[in-house]
């Protein structure tokens, strides 16, 4: 996520890339616009007792401030049969900046998108990333209404079919296209998809999780295009103020049980770094949602960024319930630098998670740390 692969001469073929390249290229200056620039603006509330409905609520809520539709993964190669499954994660953002409301103008950036993306191959210990943004239109970068149909450039997740998504990221080292298929309904997040962030409930996110997609498709790194399948687990979450002020990040667990099951689980951090919300989610047969007194995470062991100084903790106790799990990361360096275009700086990895009455793997996800390189600012 270093880089920026928006308008390099070399990418240039003919006229037609030009074009489009110069036009998300026109995009960029926005993101050197202070926060503190942006317009009042009436977002929309997060409030309970709205009614998720699919395929309607797959697409974008331009009304709301916030977006995002995220996608992780474990995969395993057909062709190599490597024993550790590569971990992988595609994210797109939607924001309303409150800029240039009134301008009819298709250059204004009333609405802003970003995508980042990472393979995780414990084989090499290497995580390759990238990152891209741009302000809406020309056809170039959008988010649809009504159904899933998202683009930035030449990336993209769309629906294809009822419960078939597609996405396809072009990296500067790496390359995936992969096929989502739905095994299992929606799995709605805390009172039936109005997920609390907070003791304030306008902290809050609409919120649905399709766990256990079955995935299959291509993955290119360095030139050489491998088969692979695997499972994936998708969030999608909107809001209008999902972080309130005293918070600095959040911890987040997204696990395909080997049971079949699914398990949601994250706990936002006060300043001081102790928690101030926690919740979860475990499906397993039903559905039961779990409150701030009934999740629990225990820090076990840290692991110091090399190349900014932020130390994570990426080994976990969770307790859910009276379930208590080990969270083990199948990859240490799993930083991704994102501060180029949303300004976040965060760990997101592969994790096997083992049941700790059994001692044995109870399930294959992924961890996201944010805020420990500074207080979280969406």
Do not use: C
């Amino acid at each position: 996520m270093r880089s920026l692969p928006l308008a390099s001469p070399s990418a240039v073929k003919d006229w037609g890339d030009g074009l489009r390249a110069f036009l998300v290229f026109l995009a960029f200056p926005l993101f050197f616009v202070p926060f503190r620039a942006v317009a009042e603006v009436a977002y929309p509330p997060v409030v309970p007792g709205y009614e998720l409905a699919f395929p309607r609520d797959e697409g974008s809520h331009p009304d709301f401030r916030i977006e995002w539709w995220y996608v992780t993964g474990q995969l395993d190669d057909a062709e190599s049969k490597v024993k550790a499954p590569r971990g992988f994660q595609v994210t797109f953002f939607r924001v309303r900046t409150g800029l240039a409301e009134d301008n009819p103008s298709n250059f204004a950036p009333r609405q802003v998108l970003f995508a980042h993306a990472a393979l995780a191959d414990p084989t090499d210990s290497k995580l390759r990333h990238a990152q891209r943004s741009a302000r809406t239109g020309f056809d170039l970068a959008y988010t649809r209404e009504g159904q899933l149909d998202v683009r930035l450039d030449d990336w993209s997740i769309r629906q294809v079919a009822s419960g078939r998504y597609v996405t396809v990221v072009r990296g500067e080292d790496f390359d995936f296209e992969l096929t989502l298929t739905s095994t299992q309904p929606p799995l709605l997040q805390g009172e039936r998809g109005f997920s609390r962030k907070g003791p304030d409930p306008r902290a809050a996110s609409y919120y649905y999780s399709l766990p256990q997609l079955a995935v299959s498709g291509e993955v290119k790194v360095n030139g050489s295009t491998r088969k692979v399948s695997g499972q994936a687990w998708f969030d999608h979450e909107w809001s209008s103020d999902y972080v309130d002020d005293s918070a600095l990040g959040w911890d987040w667990l997204g696990v395909n049980m080997t049971d079949g099951g699914a398990l949601m689980a994250f706990r936002m951090r006060d300043r001081q770094g102790g928690e101030r919300w926690a919740s979860a989610t475990m499906r397993a047969g039903e559905v039961r949602t779990f409150g701030r007194d009934e999740v629990d995470w225990t820090p076990l062991k840290t692991w110091r960024s090399p190349r900014t100084g932020v130390t994570y903790p990426v080994e976990w106790r969770v307790q859910v319930g009276d379930r208590r799990y080990r969270v083990e990361p199948l990859l240490l360096d799993a930083e991704l630098d994102s501060r180029p275009t949303t300004g976040i700086l965060y760990w997101e990895g592969p994790i096997r998670l083992v049941d700790e009455a059994t001692g044995k793997e109870a399930g294959r996800g992924y961890l996201e740390l944010t805020g420990y390189g500074g207080k979280l600012d969406l």
